[in-house]
C-alpha cells in the first residue's frame, strides 16, 4: 500500500515514541480538583446531617423505682419516678413512654398505665406508693426551662427475684416533633 499525497502509512509496530509515552495529564483524570471536591462533598454531608439531625430537647433521670409482686407471684408491678427538665426554647409535650426490663431469662417491654388507674393500683397495692410524683401521662406539657416529676406504673412478666436480678431498666420518654430522651438505671 502506498502512502496517499502527503500522509505517511500507518504501521502499527512503529508508533512514534512521543505518541507511546504521552503525558499522563491527558490520559488520567486531575488528581487534586477530584480530592478538593471529595472533601468539599463531604463537609456539605456532614453538615447537613448535623443540622437536619435534633437535639433531645429535655434532660433527666429515673429518681425512684420500687416493685410489688402480684398475688400470683409471676408478675410484678414496678413503679418508676422520673425527673424532666425540659432544656429547650419552646414547650414540650410527651406523646407516650416505653419501658423496656432487661433481665437474664431476656427482655420486656411495656407502656405505663394511664393516670386515670393510678389510684386504682396504689390502693390494691399500697406498696406502690413510696412516690409523691403524679402520673407522667400522654400531652404532658413541660413549659421551657421548667421541671417534672412523673410516676410510671409498668407491670411485667417476672417475679419479684427476678426483677431485683435485672440488668438494666431503660425509660423512653417520646416528645411530640423532637428526639426521644432515654433514661436508664
Not at 35 to 44: F, Y
Request: charged letters at 20%; zero cysteines; aromatic letters at 6%.
Amino acid at each position: 500500500m502506498t502512502a496517499q499525497a502527503g500522509k505517511p502509512e500507518f504501521d502499527a509496530g512503529h508508533v512514534p515514541m512521543t505518541e507511546e509515552f504521552d503525558s499522563p495529564r491527558r490520559s488520567l483524570p486531575p488528581a487534586v480538583p477530584v480530592l478538593v471536591a471529595a472533601v468539599v462533598l463531604g463537609i456539605a454531608v456532614f453538615t447537613m446531617v448535623r443540622v437536619t439531625n435534633p437535639v433531645t430537647p429535655a434532660s433527666g433521670a429515673i429518681t425512684k423505682m420500687f416493685h410489688v409482686e402480684q398475688s400470683t407471684g409471676d408478675r410484678v408491678l414496678v413503679g418508676i419516678e422520673v425527673h424532666l427538665k425540659n432544656m429547650g426554647q419552646k414547650p414540650v409535650w410527651v406523646k407516650g413512654v416505653d419501658v423496656k426490663l432487661t433481665t437474664p431469662q431476656g427482655e420486656f417491654t411495656d407502656q405505663p398505665a394511664p393516670g386515670v388507674d393510678h389510684p386504682r393500683y396504689l390502693q390494691a397495692f399500697p406498696g406502690l406508693r413510696q412516690s409523691n410524683a403524679q402520673p407522667l401521662g400522654m400531652d404532658t406539657k413541660i413549659q421551657p426551662g421548667n421541671e417534672r416529676d412523673g410516676l410510671l406504673i409498668v407491670a411485667f412478666p417476672v417475679n419479684g427475684d427476678g426483677f431485683d436480678k435485672r440488668q438494666s431498666v431503660e425509660v423512653k420518654v417520646n416528645f411530640y416533633d423532637q428526639k426521644p430522651l432515654i433514661l436508664k438505671q
